[in-house]
DNA sequence: CCAATATATGAGCAAGCGGTTAAATAACCT
DNA sequence: AGGTTATTTAACCGCTTGCTCATATATTGG
């Protein structure tokens, strides 16, 4: 319940596909339930709460019905989170040559700490 | 074993843990689980296969260590996903406001359907 | 108010996940 | 070869997750 995070909201496929759903337009409940067959309303109402608790879809009340719509919040953090690696990709492989050399050259020293 | 995707992947915390780790430098497998002292070896063991699975890292085999680095391929994959919603995140109030004008119009006509 | 509509919640169950201890595998060093 | 070091795999266990059917909660329209 409180555990709820992007990350782990986005872990399930059914739950990205309601986001890619949503990503062509707004939707209430049922619409969106339509759109999966094989599951059913209540379902489908687990998988939106989770989303809502990540702050991932926004709803809007009307009447009975509920109108999901993406919600920028929860996708800001992600799209953070990723491009803070993303900044780094293309000094990956260098990383790794300057770590073996620098541990190749310890080696010869090393056998004293611990 | 088989299920294994970037997103699954990255929703355990202690995974992104490492991942965090990783980015500011290659190490090996024992480097990292004396970073994370509640927890036993293999338990670390098992995160960093499921980050091999997902390709969100890379490993260099050097006598017994293995050595672990962050790989750009399953952080690539991530990234695009995340951007297209990014692209469209402007527009997503608007849409809000066509779907409830669309709905209120057609309310008056509907009720035929179904 | 009452029936219908739209959605959310409760209860229960099977499967998956993260964690641990114990054992297996592999490569180094005398 | 034999022991030590580094890491993975096996087996098990409790907790969470996702699913279902059944039931509650609104809200509308007659």
Known sequence: MTGTTVFSAIADPTRRAVLDL??????????????????????????LKVLREAKLVQVTVRAQERIYTINPEG???????????????PDTL???????DARAAGDKVKRKKR
């Open 22 to 47: 949503l990503a062509r337009g707004p939707r209430n409940a049922g619409g969106i339930v339509r759109e999966f067959p094989r599951l059913t309303q209540p379902g489908v109402s687990r998988h």
């Open 75 to 89: 996708l800001a953090d992600l799209y953070e989170w990723v491009a803070k690696y993303q900044a780094m990709w």
């Open 94 to 100: 260098d990383a790794l040559g300057r770590y073996l």
